[in-house]
C-alpha cells in the first residue's frame, strides 16, 4: 500500500513540472489572409497620388453646424476646402455624403465676391482655376459648376492660357471638356433669363519656336600671299 500511494505521489508531481505539449492554436483563414495581404503589397506597384475624388476631403472655418439626419455639414466664416490637388475658397461650404461614400460640395461667396477653386491637371503641369459666386462640386459625376459672374482659366505653370466668362460654366474633370451657358437654366432646359454673351480667350497651340536668331556672318580677312 505504501508503494501504492508512492507511485501516486510521483505521477502527482510529473502532471505538475511537465510541460505541455500542446501546440498553439492557429486561424488558417486569418495567417493565409495575412500571407495574401504580405503579397498583395509586395506586388502592387506605388502610385504617385489617387484621383483627388477618392481622396478625403479637409476643411477649415470659423463655425460648423453638422445635422445628422440630413448628412449636411455646414461651414461658415473663411472656409478653405482642399481634397487632393483640389483648393476651394468662401464663405459658406454645404457638404453632403451619400451611402457610398461619395461628396457633393457647395461653396458660396460674400456679398459681392466670388468664390475660389483651383484644380491640377492629371500627369501634367496644368491646373484649372475658376471663380463664381456659387461652385458646385460633385465627386461622384467629378464635375464643376461655377453659377453667376463665372470665370474659367486654364494655366499652364504660371502661364494663362485659357479664359471663359459666362453665367454658368460646367468643366468635366474625367473628360476634360467644359460647357459655358449664356444663361442659367432651369430643369427644363429653358433659359432663366436672355441671356448673357459668352467671352473665351483661346491661346493657340502647336505652334512652333522661334527659329534661333542667325550667327552674323563671319568677316571676309585680307590674304596675306604675295598677289597673282
Known amino acids: 500500500m505504501r508503494k501504492a500511494l508512492r507511485l501516486k505521489m510521483q505521477n502527482a508531481i510529473k502532471a505538475k513540472t511537465v510541460p505541455s505539449m500542446k501546440s498553439p492554436v492557429f486561424s488558417l483563414p486569418g495567417l ?8 498583395v503589397a509586395m506586388l502592387t506597384p506605388a502610385w504617385a497620388e489617387l484621383a483627388d475624388r477618392e481622396k478625403p476631403m479637409n476643411i477649415e ?6 445635422e445628422d439626419q440630413r448628412q449636411l455639414s455646414t461651414f ?3 472656409v478653405v476646402a482642399t481634397k487632393g490637388t483640389i483648393v476651394m475658397r468662401g464663405a459658406r461650404l454645404e457638404v453632403r455624403q451619400d451611402a457610398a461614400g461619395n461628396q457633393f460640395g457647395v461653396m458660396h461667396a460674400e456679398p459681392g465676391k466670388r468664390a475660389f477653386f483651383r484644380q491640377k491637371r492629371e500627369a501634367l503641369d496644368e491646373f484649372i482655376e475658376g471663380e463664381g459666386e456659387v461652385i458646385e462640386y460633385d465627386s461622384k459625376a467629378d464635375t464643376v459648376r461655377f453659377l453667376r459672374r463665372a470665370e474659367m482659366r486654364r494655366l499652364a505653370g504660371a502661364t494663362l492660357q485659357d479664359q471663359v466668362t459666362g453665367p454658368v460654366i460646367v468643366y468635366n474633370n474625367t473628360t ?12 427644363g432646359g429653358a433659359a432663366t433669363t436672355s441671356g448673357e454673351r459668352v467671352r473665351a480667350t483661346l491661346a493657340p497651340r502647336g505652334i512652333p519656336a522661334s527659329p534661333p536668331p542667325a550667327k552674323p556672318a563671319v568677316p571676309l580677312r585680307p ?4 598677289a597673282k
Open 32 to 39: 493565409v489572409g495575412g500571407c495574401l495581404s504580405l503579397l
Open 61 to 66: 472655418s470659423d463655425a460648423l453646424r453638422y
Open 76 to 78: 461658415t466664416g473663411r
Open 176 to 187: 476634360e471638356v467644359y460647357t459655358v451657358d449664356g444663361a442659367p437654366r432651369t430643369a
Open 223 to 226: 590674304s596675306t600671299g604675295p
